[in-house]
């Protein structure tokens, strides 16, 4: 039973010259979608707290002298904010081309749709541009690390320590543009403290995690979503009530997600419900 909670104050917020009303204590982005607005993201999950570590969701709020991040900026009774300003538009278009440049986008969902919208360029650096570039680490059969997808937006270091797993397997090693994200000494993940529950792989944004059937299905070139169901079950193991959402394609379970919006899970499951599916 979810607890009840007091009611909070509604203030009225002005989202590119449309009045919108919201929470008190909402953020500028729960404003942004609550006028319809599309504000593109990469860092934000909606289970995690803010890194704004992005960037591509900063927005122009009247009399401020920067740029603000969306996700975490709280709202302000009487704020004017302009999602699509010249300025904030600019901003974004550079975070990308430097992600773009740097990073490979290929599986970070609308990358390329926010690329064309934003007119970024990434080729603009040279084919000399420094990238993240590196193999792949399959040291398991459940996930894969592919840190040439990374972004580092911390949001499966928040998974994995205090924010819901504590397991603190992964932090961040190295600093500047030699940080990536890594075991203690740098270990096979089969030597560290990871517990499998996979609940970094739900946050990734760009794929630099992923199942193993999913990474070694794009390899193969059969990886297809369109193609793929999603059905939401309880998972039989315990007595948690767990809720699972199967991706079967070709009569076939390719991965398991959770609800973000479930209060058991919250997004997240342990090691039997999120790769336990073999028996099926």
Not at 42 to 61: F, I, M, S
Not at 114 to 120: K, L
Not at 222 to 246: A, F, K, M, P
Not at 266 to 275: A, D, E, I, M
Request: hydrophobic share 30%; glycine share 8%; net charge negative.
């Amino acid at each position: 039973m979810i607890p009840l909670q007091p009611p909070r104050r509604l203030i009225d917020v002005e989202i590119d010259g449309e009045t919108v009303r919201v929470p008190e204590g909402s953020t500028i982005l729960d404003a942004c979608q609550a006028a319809g607005k599309d504000v593109p993201t990469l860092c934000y999950g909606d289970t995690l707290t803010p890194k704004n570590a992005c960037r591509v969701c900063v927005v122009e709020v009247e009399g401020a002298r920067t740029l603000a991040p969306a996700c975490s900026r709280k709202a302000e009774p009487g704020m004017k904010v302009g999602t699509d300003t010249e300025r904030a538009r600019q901003s974004r278009k550079v975070v990308l081309e430097l992600l773009g440049s740097s990073v490979d986008l290929s599986t970070t969902p609308r990358a390329a749709e926010w690329t064309e919208q934003y007119g970024a360029d990434p080729a603009r650096f040279g084919d000399d541009a420094a990238t993240v570039e590196q193999p792949a680490k399959i040291d398991n059969d459940l996930y894969v690390r592919d840190y040439s997808k990374c972004i580092l937006c911390y949001k499966c270091v928040d998974a994995c320590g205090d924010q819901w797993q504590n397991s603190f397997a992964i932090s961040v090693a190295g600093r500047g543009f030699e940080a990536e994200i890594s075991t203690e000494f740098d270990a096979p993940l089969t030597d560290s403290a990871c517990v499998y529950c996979g609940n970094c792989v739900e946050v990734c944004p760009t794929g630099a995690l992923s199942f193993k059937t999913e990474y070694d299905m794009r390899a193969e070139g059969t990886w297809d979503e369109s193609r793929q169901t999603q059905t939401t079950t309880i998972c039989s193991y315990c007595g948690v009530g767990c809720n699972l959402t199967l991706h079967v394609q070709d009569n076939k379970i390719v991965k398991v997600t959770s609800p973000h919006d479930n209060p058991v899970t919250k997004g997240n499951l342990c090691v039997k419900g999120r790769f336990g599916y073999g028996y099926v």
